[in-house]
């Protein structure tokens, strides 16, 4: 089944403790995205990746890192969470460059 | 960040009635369009994509794109209360790289 599949479901952290969520995806979508989704504020994108190595800011990139050293994998990585990132995350791949994306379950995640 | 508005909702639409949903976006050069729909507490679900002026119809959804106007529109046909949903409308920006969301049109459809 073609799907992108993020880990964990559900996370509670403490503030200050580094934390990686997962993502992969299997279609081999060159384009890569996590988004995260808040009460008022919508979806809003946080990095997208265009490729293996090729990696580009969104609109929230402050306090997240990502890395895309394969093709399926793109994880989300929070090196010091704080509670302003309490949030839901979505992981997203796409094959196309214009192309509409294809999302992960999502991840809640709070921090205390 | 260029912008894409929807108005929030609720819109509530009987059973079997036409539910119309838009959006109106920033980015002139924008060459993209999506609907998703989201379920509460789900993901957001590719419904539509639509890249010329005009309409494009797939069962019972329809979207129509008018660049000029920069305006995109969501009609959904003979209504079911497992549409009500949260229908968010999505702008590639002109770079095509950032997918911008707008906050999302919440649709009640009642039996």
């Known amino acids: 089944e073609a799907q992108v599949t993020q880990n964990p479901r559900y996370l509670i952290t403490v503030t200050g403790k580094k934390l990686t969520v997962t993502c992969s995806q299997n279609m081999n979508h060159e384009y890569m995205s996590w988004y995260r989704q808040d009460p008022g504020l919508g979806l809003r994108q946080i990095y997208y990746s265009m490729n293996v190595e090729v990696t580009d800011k969104g609109d929230v990139p402050e306090g997240y890192k990502v890395s895309r050293k394969e093709k399926r994998n793109f994880p989300l990585i929070l090196e010091s969470p704080s509670p302003n990132q309490t949030s839901l995350y979505f992981c997203?791949?796409?094959?196309?460059?214009?192309?509409?994306?294809?999302f992960g379950s999502g991840t809640r995640l709070t921090v205390v | 960040q260029k912008e894409v508005e929807q108005n929030s909702g609720p819109l509530s639409v009987p059973e079997g009635a036409i539910a119309s949903l838009n959006c109106t976006y920033s980015?002139?050069?924008?060459?993209?369009f999506f609907w998703y729909r989201q379920y509460s507490g789900k993901s957001p679900e590719l419904i539509m994509s639509?890249?010329?002026?005009g309409d494009k119809e797939d069962g019972r959804f329809t979207a129509q794109l008018n660049k000029a106007s920069q305006y995109v529109s969501l009609l959904i046909r003979d209504s079911q209360p497992s549409d009500s949903a949260t229908y968010l409308c999505?702008?590639?920006?002109?770079?095509?790289?950032?997918?911008?969301f707008g906050k999302g049109t919440s649709l009640l459809v009642t039996p």
């Open positions: 980015d002139r050069g924008s060459q993209s």
């Open positions: 997203a791949s796409s094959r196309r460059r214009d192309g509409g994306y294809t």
């Open positions: 639509i890249y010329s002026n």
């Open positions: 999505a702008v590639n920006e002109d770079s095509g790289y950032a997918l911008n």
